[in-house]
């Protein structure tokens, strides 16, 4: 069975600052996507950013970008530049897309915080 | 405008009894699941289904049951015999081919035990 695993699960940085929050995850598939997804406080999930497992190049999105290890099976996110509206749980998951059907796991999260 | 809707936004039930959270979606996706999350957790995945009349079980399904009649809708239903109901519950939906597999979700049922 898939796990996914973030053990930080509160974080805090100045405005302006970077921050890097970290996700392991347990699989023994070699077809498969990780995605970083964001909850503010209205509870909506916003897709950050996604990973194709076989892509090597590391994904990223404006101020986001991750450290895509496959071997060591790691895939954190680094927020640069970080603003106040970056302050949200963040959520990394897993999607195993082998075998006919497409499971999407999620870690438990990391609570970011942001200050002025 | 293309979307996934969850109904209600809120909702309480008596002990003992069932209730039938709506989620539909006009994306033309394959895929949809059910998540429940409790405060200070993760999404845990109930059930989720890849195609019409058929559906897995999650993580944590007990309690819980399901219904793919149609690819656009995908009801969840929490039965009595689920002891600990009270959750945020999400619904999504995502297309299944390589390449394209953002996952879009519902705003959200807060179902609440009274």
């Known amino acids: 069975a898939q796990t996914v695993t973030q053990s930080q699960p509160e974080m805090s940085v100045q405005e302006a600052e970077t921050v890097t929050l970290s996700c392991t995850y347990d699989t023994s598939e070699n077809n498969y996507y990780l995605f970083w997804y964001k909850q503010p406080p209205s509870r909506q999930m916003i897709l950050v950013i996604r990973q194709e497992a076989y892509k090597q190049q590391n994904a990223t999105e404006n101020r986001f970008s991750v450290n895509f290890q496959k071997a060591a099976k790691s895939f954190s996110l680094k927020i640069s530049d970080s603003q106040l509206g970056d302050t949200a749980m963040y959520f990394c998951?897993?999607?195993?897309?082998?075998?006919?059907?497409?499971?999407?796991?999620f870690g438990a999260g990391t609570r970011l915080a942001v200050h002025p | 405008d293309g979307g996934i809707t969850q109904s209600p936004k809120y909702l309480f039930r008596k002990e003992g009894q069932n209730v039938t959270l709506s989620c539909e979606q006009n994306?033309?996706?394959?895929?949809m699941y059910w998540y429940r999350q409790d405060p200070g957790q993760g999404l845990r995945l109930i059930y989720y289904s890849q195609i019409v009349n058929d559906f897995q079980k999650g993580d944590i399904a007990e309690g819980y049951s399901v219904s793919r009649e149609k690819k656009e809708s995908f009801p969840l239903t929490v039965t009595s015999a689920q002891k600990n109901p009270t959750a945020f519950y999400l619904c999504?939906?995502?297309?299944?081919?390589?390449?394209?597999?953002?996952?879009?979700f519902g705003q959200g049922t807060r179902l609440t035990v009274v």
């Open positions: 998951a897993f999607m195993r897309i082998s075998g006919g059907y497409n499971k999407l796991i």
């Open positions: 994306l033309n996706h394959d895929a």
């Open positions: 999504a939906s995502s297309p299944v081919r390589q390449g394209n597999t953002e996952a879009f």
